[in-house]
């Protein structure tokens, strides 16, 4: 989404986006002239008219799980995203009876918060595992 | 004369010059005071309709329609900015 109008959006992925995506953007591409639902969601400066590059997630209850905000200059790391939204799925899924610790990723092991695990954090992980 | 403007990753505007006028200033400066605060994780997703493009269609979009499935919801700058 950007303050774009759709029309642009059309050329965009017509005459850029579609030589590094084939077939072109999979997803719409939303307009919002004038920055009103980037001024609900925080992210539409009125100084420079724009909207900052901001993703949030969004769980199937309409609950914001997690969000991002980085200043134009800076792109955003898709992998990381990916692997926040297999993190929520995987709370989501086992009601909460599972917490995916500093560093997680699909594959290594989470924690079941509990009374028996009460300063017992550092048998079942190590600052190690913080880092890929 | 128009001079030639460096082209960054920001989309570049413009606005009026001179002088300010007084009460707008104050009255933009109170609104923002309210309006400025970031929506809270845990809490629900403000709800909106958006006109879009997609896959060869002009299309209407509501967010609330999307209830039962996972939303990455991206805003960027402009198109045919560079990142």
Do not use: I, K
């Given at each position: 989404m950007s303050i774009d109008s759709m029309f642009v959006h059309k050329m965009w992925n017509d005459h850029e986006l579609e030589h590094m995506v084939k077939g072109g953007i999979p997803y719409p591409m939303l307009s919002d002239a004038g920055g009103k639902v980037g001024t609900v969601y925080g992210v539409y400066d009125e100084n420079a008219g724009v909207e900052a590059r901001g993703r949030f997630i969004i769980d199937p209850?309409?609950?914001?799980q997690g969000y991002e905000v980085l200043t134009p200059p800076v792109g955003r790391n898709v992998n990381e995203t990916f692997r926040q939204l297999q993190a929520f799925q995987l709370v989501r899924e086992t009601k909460g009876g599972e917490a995916t610790p500093s560093g997680?990723?699909?594959?290594k092991k989470t924690l079941k918060p509990g009374i028996n695990l009460v300063g017992k954090v550092w048998k079942e992980w190590k600052t190690t595992d913080a880092f890929d | 004369m128009a001079e030639e403007a460096a082209v960054g990753c920001a989309r570049p505007t413009g606005g009026p010059v001179g002088e300010e006028n007084q009460n707008e200033t104050l009255q933009s400066q109170e609104t923002l005071k309210e309006e400025r605060s970031m929506i809270k994780v845990g809490q629900k997703a403000p709800d909106f309709i958006a006109p879009g493009y997609h896959k060869g269609a002009f299309v209407n979009v509501k967010l609330?329609?999307?209830?039962?499935k996972w939303v990455l919801l991206c805003f960027y700058p402009g198109d045919f900015t560079f990142v």
């Open positions: 209850d309409g609950v914001v997680w990723r699909p594959g | 609330s329609d999307y209830l039962g």
